[in-house]
């Protein structure tokens, strides 16, 4: 074991604050992240459910955020053109007013309509047998748990939607809004409800013959588009919207605040406390020095035990973190943490101990064999 190691545990309490403060400037740098991407996955929850591998947008569309222009519905049938596709099918959807129980102002919703036939490809993985067959009754809805606050609504429940009167026939979870509260219903209901146009479609759902062979089946269809449709895979059409989503000003300053907060803590309080421990035990530096250890050996120690510091903060963030998950998840708050989110910040952290530790080298200088003597 390193003597920069040893010393560590060795006199963890004298390092336990820088310990704390690289920890928490993790905590600060990704908490918010995590909470917005885990709420923004509510844009994505359609896409990142589906039970078809390919979905087909506008050639315009950048992501789904914002995308408010239909398909013409004569592209499902050039997308049945090539010999891999099993099958194609558009999620309808719109916003519409929801009246609850006695309320005398709309709270606005999007509801999307899907088909209830078992394994359909509209119908998200995650919904259960009961859910399936609750929707499968004319004029039933689904909620997220999260909206039913808003929505003054429970179980069982009868409400207004379009003008016409639905029943609360399921609750969702993992269905959040930023926005609107998101409902699922049936297409049958959403047509009885003069909501679904046929001469136009939104996103369309494709399921290919053989998975393994989606990305072929994306570039093949694309090559052939002629400018009238995109086609995307799952994930790179999840990741565009939520980039999308981010990329919006008030999210972009509110993590680049935070982000800069948990810097300036995790640098300042970081090179204190490892000046003040290198001090504390400067006695020991100079004893080493007497011994013949040069001064170089001795801010390689410095350096080395910064960069474990930096590691036993990261293991501290990441802990702390789980427990903000969980209690977040308790709460019906997801959190998400995008992995290359996450290496940045851990490549920052780790930056932070080292240059912390680089700023300390300083203190060596009085750490002289002539002090022993004082």
């Known amino acids: 074991m390193s003597l920069a190691l040893s010393t560590l545990m060795y006199e963890w309490r004298r390092y336990l604050a820088a310990v704390i403060a690289l920890a928490m400037a993790g905590v600060l740098m990704l908490a918010l992240t995590g909470m917005f991407v885990g709420l923004l996955q509510s844009f994505t929850a359609s896409i990142d459910r589906a039970r078809g591998q390919l979905l087909v947008m506008p050639a315009a569309a950048s992501s789904m955020q914002g995308q408010s222009s239909p398909l013409p519905a004569r592209v499902i049938p050039l997308i049945y053109r090539h010999s891999g596709v099993a099958e194609v099918r558009d999620l309808p959807g719109d916003f519409g007013p929801f009246y609850g129980p006695g309320a005398t102002k709309p709270s606005m919703v999007v509801v999307n309509g899907v088909d209830t036939e078992p394994d359909a490809i509209t119908l998200p993985q995650d919904f259960t047998e009961e859910q399936r067959m ?45 926005e609107a509260p998101m409902l699922f219903t049936s297409r049958a209901t959403l047509r009885a409800m003069g909501r679904i146009d046929d001469s136009s479609v939104g996103a369309l ?46 999210i972009v300053i509110l993590m680049s605040f935070m982000s800069s907060i948990g810097f300036i803590i995790g640098v300042v309080i970081t090179w204190q406390t490892l000046r003040g421990a290198i001090l504390a035990n400067i006695k020991e530096f ?36 789980m427990a903000i998950s969980f209690a977040g998840r308790a709460n019906n708050i997801p959190m998400a943490y995008p992995i290359p989110s996450v290496a940045q910040t851990i490549v920052l952290l780790l930056l932070i101990a080292v240059g912390s530790g680089m700023l300390t080298l300083g203190a060596l200088k009085k750490g002289e064999p002539a002090d022993l003597l004082k």
């Open 286 to 321: 100079a004893s080493l020095r007497a011994l013949g250890v040069s001064i170089g050996s001795l801010r390689w120690v410095v350096m080395e035990l910064s960069f474990w510091v930096g590691i036993a903060g990261v293991l501290v963030s990441g802990l702390c973190l």
């Open 205 to 250: 759902f494709v399921r290919v013959k053989d998975p393994s062979q989606a990305l072929i089946v994306r570039d093949e269809l694309n090559a052939i588009a002629d400018g009238q449709y995109r086609v995307w895979d799952r994930k790179e059409l999840s990741a565009a919207t939520i980039r999308d989503v981010m990329q919006q000003g008030i």
């Open 134 to 178: 609750a929707l499968s009754a004319p004029f039933n809805v689904a909620v997220d748990r999260t909206a039913l606050n808003q929505l003054k609504v429970k179980l069982g429940d009868e409400a207004s939607l379009y003008g016409r009167t639905v029943r609360v026939a399921a609750i969702l979870d993992n269905y959040p809004s930023v």
